[in-house]
């Protein structure tokens, strides 16, 4: 079975460019989570998706970030401008079904690093 | 106060050592807990699921005190590829299956 996919792996931007993330999540799967983690910390969570609908996006910075999943599968990160502290590893997630409690499978992540 | 807090780490135990993390969580609604590893510049995997009853998986042991809102997971002889982070997650099933992560705690294990 394949994984959650993410690309690219690396980005290194300068700040106020922009920048965006893919992910395609493990097929099937109606949940879709993007995390942030900054080195030496615990995984943010910046936004849920249940198909192509929001579940959660209260962490997410949206004055400069925003993500979409239009067609329920497939889902972008961007952020617009970017910023010093944007610096970490975005995450990309999926689940089979919340209401059941299964297992959450992550994707390699995107590194970013914002000069 | 964060919603997922954790011993601060590094924890540095030789071989063979049993080693115990805590983790309290803040909202009595919580419903459903994990354990979560993740290896150096590699992405979180699941351990293990934490039930209320306790729950056992080869040198792994999981425990959850609702009353407390404390989980703890017990790793015995411990191994040299025991070493990772271990992160405690809360899944928060009246927010649509909201998944929070503690900080981690580092694990490293000597020979």
Redesign the interface.
């Known amino acids: 079975e394949a994984g959650v996919a993410q690309s690219p792996r690396y980005k290194i931007i300068e700040k106020r460019q922009s920048v965006a993330f893919w992910c395609n999540p493990i097929s099937g799967h109606a949940t879709l989570y993007w995390y942030q983690q900054i080195l030496g910390q615990g995984p943010k969570l910046l936004i849920q998706f249940q198909n192509n609908g929001v579940v959660d996006d209260s962490q997410l910075p949206k004055d400069r970030f925003s993500a979409e999943r239009l067609k329920g599968v497939d889902s972008t990160l961007k952020i617009q401008p970017a910023k010093l502290e944007d610096s970490a590893v975005y995450l990309c997630a999926s689940s089979l079904d919340t209401v059941q409690t299964t297992e959450a499978f992550f994707g390699q992540g995107t590194r970013l690093t914002v000069v | 106060r964060k919603e997922?807090e954790?011993d601060p780490g590094p924890f540095n135990v030789p071989e063979g050592a049993t080693v115990a993390f805590n983790c309290t969580y803040s909202n009595s609604a919580s419903?459903?807990f994990?354990w979560y590893r993740q290896d150096c510049r590699?992405?979180?995997?699941?351990l293990m699921?934490v039930y209320s009853s306790g729950n056992e998986d080869g040198r792994f042991t999981a425990q959850l005190n609702r009353a407390s809102q404390y989980i703890s997971l017990l790793i015995r002889d411990s191994k040299l590829s025991d070493s990772a982070t271990y992160?405690c997650v809360v899944?928060k099933?009246n927010?649509?299956?909201?998944?929070?992560?503690?900080?981690?705690t580092e694990l490293s294990v000597k020979p």
Do not use: A, T
């Not at chain 2, 590699?42 to 699941?46: F, G």
């Not at chain 2, 927010?95 to 981690?104: A, D, E, H, N, V």
């Open positions: 997922v954790q419903q459903s994990f590699k992405e979180p995997k699941l699921s992160l899944n099933l927010q649509g299956g909201k998944l929070i992560f503690g900080q981690g």
